[in-house]
């Protein structure tokens, strides 16, 4: 079940950003798609979203910047 937070065009999987508008949703800072593009992108009002599931070794990169996300909105589930 897709998390009701989560922005609609990530693509489904463990790894998310949440859509504006929540508690922690994206404020479109641009920290995960500036440093990560090959795994995040940014919709036409600078909101980010996952748009490729991450391999081995940019999962790693990817736990970086959800530990610099200022407001949370990079989920990676269990």
């Known amino acids: 079940m897709r998390n009701l937070e989560a922005h609609p065009q990530n693509i489904d999987g463990k790894l998310y950003c949440t859509e504006e508008g929540f508690d922690n949703g994206c404020i479109g800072c641009g920290i995960c798609y500036g440093q990560l593009p090959q795994v995040f992108?940014?919709?036409?009002?600078?909101?980010?979203?996952?748009?490729?599931?991450?391999?081995?070794?940019?999962?790693?990169?990817?736990?970086?910047?959800?530990?610099?996300?200022?407001?949370?909105?990079?989920?990676?589930?269990?």
């Open 41 to 78: 992108a940014e919709d036409d009002e600078a909101y980010a979203y996952v748009f490729k599931i991450p391999n081995d070794d940019e999962l790693e990169l990817v736990k970086e910047v959800i530990q610099d996300c200022p407001v949370g909105s990079i989920i990676l589930e269990d």
